[in-house]
C-alpha cells in the first residue's frame, strides 16, 4: 500500500490519481492536461499480428473488458477502427458501462495521404469509422511518413501543418486530446516551439530493458507529457529475446511474479504507462495485476540490460 502510493504520487506529470481502493495498479490513472483521466495500464490491438475482424475484435475485446481493461489502444494503420467500435457499441452493455468509461487512443496514418494538410480529414475518418461522439486521443504515429517523397526529406514543415489540422479537428470535438508517438526530443522540442495553443499529452514510444531514453523521459515529465511504452513485452517477434532473458526470469521468480508482470511493472515503476497486447484471458488479467514492487537494486539489474539497437521503426533519422 505504503510502496504503490509512492508510485501515485510520482506518476504525476499530469497529477495520478487511484479509484478502487482494491484494485490499486489496474485502475490508476493519470489526468491529462485536459482533466481527462487516462489508465495507467491499457491494451494495444496492434502491431505485427494485429487484432483484426469484426468476429475476433469481438471476441478478444469480451476478454479485454471482462479482465477489467478501460483503455483500448489503436491506429489507422491497424485497420481495425470500425470492428473496435462496432464491438464496443455491443459489449458495453454487458460490462455495464459506457462510451465515457472507455478511453479510446488511436493514430494518425504515417502516410502521404494522412500528413500534412490532409491530417484533419485523416481525424475525421478515424472518428467516423469508430461511429462514437469522440475518440479519446489522437496520436501522430511517427515524425515522419513512408515512403519519403525524397532522400532526406525535411519534415520539419510539415508536421507542424499535421498538428495545426489536428487541433482543429480537436477544437471541433473529433478528439478530446492529441498527442504524438516515436518523437524524440528534438521533434517534441520543435512542437512545443509551435504547439497551436495545444501542447501535445502523450508520446508513446517503444519501451523496454534492452530499448530506453531515459533523457526523454525525463524531458516528458518536466514538460507533463505521459510518456507511453509499446513493446512492454518486445512486440510479437522479439518477445522471447526480453520473457527468456535469465535476468528477468530470475526477477519474477524471486518476486513470484511472471516475467511479464515484471517487465511491465519495470515500466509502470519509472511512471511509464503500458499498452501490453494479448490473445490470452490468462496474460490479459496478469497484465492488470501489477500492484508490487521491483527492489531497485532489480529495477537496475532490468535498466542494464540496454542493447544498442531499436526492435522497429527509428524516428532519429527522420528530419
Ligand atoms: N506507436 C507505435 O509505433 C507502436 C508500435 C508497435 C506497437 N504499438 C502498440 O503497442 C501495443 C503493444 O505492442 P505489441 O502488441 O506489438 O507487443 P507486446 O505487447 O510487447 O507483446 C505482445 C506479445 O506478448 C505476448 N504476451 C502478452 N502478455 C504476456 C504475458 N503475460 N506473458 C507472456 N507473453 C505475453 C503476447 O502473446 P499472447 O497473445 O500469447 O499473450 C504477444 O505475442 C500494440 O498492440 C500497439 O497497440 C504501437
Ligand atoms: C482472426 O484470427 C484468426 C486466428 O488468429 C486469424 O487466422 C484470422 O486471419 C483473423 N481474421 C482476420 C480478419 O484478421
Ligand atoms: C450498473 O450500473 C448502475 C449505475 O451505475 C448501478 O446502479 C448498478 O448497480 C450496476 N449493475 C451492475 C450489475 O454492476
Ligand atoms: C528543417 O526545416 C526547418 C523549417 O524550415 C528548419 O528550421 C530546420 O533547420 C531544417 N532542418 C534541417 C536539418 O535542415
Ligand atoms: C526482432 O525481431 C526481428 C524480426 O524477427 C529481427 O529481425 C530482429 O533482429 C529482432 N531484434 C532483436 C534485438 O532480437
Known amino acids: 500500500m505504503h510502496l504503490l502510493c509512492k508510485t501515485v504520487v510520482l506518476l504525476t506529470v499530469v497529477v495520478a490519481i487511484r479509484a478502487e481502493k482494491n484494485d490499486l495498479t489496474r485502475d490508476l490513472k493519470v489526468i491529462l492536461p485536459s482533466g481527462d483521466k487516462m489508465s495507467v495500464i491499457g491494451f494495444g490491438t496492434g502491431g505485427v499480428r ?16 471482462g479482465a477489467g481493461y ?29 462510451r465515457k468509461d472507455i478511453f479510446v487512443t488511436s493514430k494518425l496514418a504515417a502516410s502521404k495521404e ?18 462514437f461522439d469522440y475518440i479519446d486521443l489522437y496520436l501522430i504515429h511517427f515524425p515522419g511518413y513512408f515512403p519519403p517523397p525524397g532522400p532526406n526529406t525535411n519534415f520539419s514543415t510539415l508536421r507542424d501543418e499535421t498538428w495545426k489540422q489536428l487541433v482543429k479537428g480537436q477544437k471541433e470535438g473529433l478528439t478530446r486530446n492529441l498527442g504524438v508517438s516515436n518523437y524524440n526530443i528534438r521533434h517534441l522540442t520543435e512542437l512545443l516551439n ?16 534492452e530499448y530506453h531514453q531515459d533523457e526523454l523521459l525525463e524531458f516528458c515529465k518536466k514538460q507533463g507529457i505521459a510518456l507511453q511504452a509499446y513493446f512492454s513485452l518486445g512486440g510479437v517477434e522479439n518477445k522471447t529475446t526480453l520473457l527468456e532473458k535469465p535476468d528477468v526470469k530470475h ?15 519495470w515500466a509502470v515503476q519509472q511512471n511509464v504507462l503500458v499498452i501490453p497486447k ?42
Do not use: C
Not at 483500448?72 to 460490462?95: C, H, Q, R, S, V
Not at 490532409?118 to 469508430?130: D, H, V
Open 50 to 65: 494485429g487484432i483484426r475482424g469484426i468476429e475476433n475484435v469481438t471476441k478478444i475485446l469480451d476478454d479485454v473488458l
Open 251 to 265: 526477477i519474477a521468480t524471486k518476486l513470484g511474479k511472471t516475467p511479464g508482470q515484471v517487465l511491465l511493472r
Open 114 to 131: 494522412a500528413f500534412g494538410e490532409n491530417a484533419y480529414k485523416a481525424l475525421k475518418q478515424s472518428f467516423q469509422r469508430f461511429g
Open 194 to 209: 509551435n504547439d497551436h495553443g495545444v501542447k501535445p499529452a502523450v508520446n508513446q514510444v517503444e519501451w523496454h530493458p
Open 278 to 319: 494479448s490473445r490470452s484471458r490468462k496474460h490479459m488479467e496478469q497484465n492488470l495485476d501489477l500492484n508490487f514492487e521491483i527492489p531497485e537494486y532489480d529495477m537496475n539489474i532490468l535498466s542494464n540490460l540496454k542493447q544498442p539497437g531499436k526492435y522497429i521503426w527509428n524516428p532519429d533519422t527522420i528530419i
Open 70 to 98: 478501460r483503455l483500448i489502444d489503436t491506429a489507422a494503420a491497424y485497420e481495425n477502427e470500425e470492428d473496435i467500435g462496432k464491438a464496443l457499441k455491443e459489449l458495453l452493455p454487458k460490462y455495464n458501462l459506457t
